[in-house]
């Protein structure tokens, strides 16, 4: 098959995202997404090196567009309350659609723990927002995006939650947890064992 490495990488994304939307992840194959991309076999192992670098892939060229536009402008405003609306009013969009919640569900499996590491673009990596956090070190900063986004994630992404709306209410609640736990003072260290 003479397809050019462009066309063949959409199609495996699209076959990827349409399997996805009907079937667990676990039960689609490697095999079923090249097949239904009309692809060699291999075709996924060559392009992404795996099925999960597949959906790193997938999941930033459908995301990433959401959030660049609106996390720039967040940013050059400096309020930690205007980049926290700017993240959650995408998770609100897909939540409203089949294919976002799809995308919130992958998120979901992939994001909390790190089980995909092959992400590129500036928002799915934590030093890009750990500068966001004035008076804080980029340690401390990373820590408290990535609890921020786990939550964010989870509360979204979790089977049945994306179709389950968030209330005017929740939102708020949500918006003012994350809000709070990214701008609380700086802990002190604790010593080995001890909880704070």
């Keep these: 098959m003479a397809d050019t490495v462009p066309g063949t990488r959409d199609r495996l994304l699209s076959a990827a995202e349409t ?58 405003r400096g309020t930690i309350e205007d980049i926290v609306d700017a993240v959650l009013a995408p998770f609100v969009e897909l939540a409203a659609d089949p294919t976002g919640r799809l ?29 966001l956090l004035p008076g804080l070190d980029e340690a401390t900063g990373r820590r408290r995006w990535m609890l921020a986004f786990d939550l964010i994630i989870m509360r979204f992404g979790q089977a049945g939650a994306a179709e389950r709306q968030l209330s005017p209410d929740m939102l708020a609640t949500l918006r003012g947890f994350v809000v709070a736990g990214l701008t609380a003072p700086a802990a002190q260290p604790a010593s080995a064992g001890e909880i704070r």
């Design 19 to 76: 399997l996805l939307r009907t079937a667990p992840y676990d039960e689609v194959s490697v095999r079923a997404i090249c097949a239904a991309a009309g692809a060699n076999p291999a075709a996924v192992h060559y392009h992404f090196g795996s099925k999960e670098a597949l959906v790193a892939a997938l999941l930033e060229a459908r995301l990433g567009p959401l959030w660049a536009d609106r996390l720039a402008v967040a940013a050059g």
């Design 103 to 131: 995308h919130l569900r992958l998120l979901a499996r992939f994001v909390p723990g790190r089980r995909v590491t092959g992400f590129h673009g500036p928002w799915f990596r934590l030093d890009s927002w750990a500068d």
